[in-house]
């Protein structure tokens, strides 16, 4: 499965779309051929790549599903996210769970992390989007409305939404992240070493990528702090897998 998994990042660093013979090439680093068919089929199967045209695979097109590429951006858009409009409205998440539900109240944090809410004071979250997904989550879990509330609000006492966001996210950690993440980049093989380097690495910075893009909000545009450095990591990160597709185009 390790395989399977660097093919992905292989072909998603080639820009999504290969011929069979390149996929054969990229695909010889990680199996036998036999395994390497084998891998093929479970990608196609759990709708990760297409095979496309007719005849033996060297003579097909192999591309990535928006599945496969999602997986590749560790199910993150960047730029889409940034660029999403927001109504000037924030979604408010406050709830009390008594100790002795521990487990749901684990539950919700692990959620509200994981939709990208920021944590404001105490028991007390917010985000700029629409609640929809986690009000069905609520729904599943039959929650009362003692427990947990959900406000739609706009600041009333002179505080700016920059502030706001500034409070429930937090950005100094976050540029540390990016910091980290670039040196990684930085480290990325020269045009003279083996694809097998580039592979390694591919996989290393797909790891700090996925690490990297669960601690950023992605807030849109004009919520985002002076000095947020998510755009010119993401460039940064397009150049590294230009240069890959390079070397092996």
């Known amino acids: 499965m390790a395989g399977s998994i660097r093919f992905l990042l292989a072909l998603g660093a080639v820009g999504g779309e290969v011929t069979g013979a390149l996929a054969h090439t990229l695909g010889r680093k990680f199996s036998t051929t036999g395994r390497r068919a084998e891998a093929y089929r479970r990608l196609e199967a759990s709708g990760h790549i297409e095979v496309h045209g007719r005849g033996p695979l060297d003579a097909r097109i192999v591309r990535l599903t928006d599945k496969g590429r999602s997986a590749c951006r560790a199910e993150v858009d960047p730029e889409n996210l940034w660029a999403r409009p927001w109504d000037g409205v924030w979604r408010i998440v406050a709830f009390d769970i008594p100790e002795t539900e521990a487990k749901t109240r684990a539950q919700l944090r692990r959620k509200l992390h994981e939709l990208r809410f920021g944590w404001l004071q105490n028991s007390v979250w917010i985000s700029p989007d629409p609640t929809d997904e986690f009000r069905a989550l609520l729904s599943e879990k039959q929650l009362v409305p003692e427990s947990l509330t959900l406000l739609e609000a706009h600041p009333a006492g002179g ?14 950690a976050l540029e540390k992240g990016h910091e980290q993440y670039l040196k990684i980049l930085q480290l990325r093989p020269n045009r003279v070493q083996t694809l097998t380097a580039w592979f390694s690495w591919l996989e290393t910075e797909h790891r700090a990528w996925t690490h990297l893009a669960r601690r950023d909000p992605f807030l849109p545009q004009p919520l985002l702090p002076p000095g947020y450095r998510g755009h010119e990591v993401w460039a940064a990160r397009q150049e590294a897998h230009a240069a890959f597709r390079s070397l092996v185009w």
């Open 159 to 172: 505080e700016s939404n920059e502030s706001m966001a500034a409070a429930a996210w937090d950005f100094a």
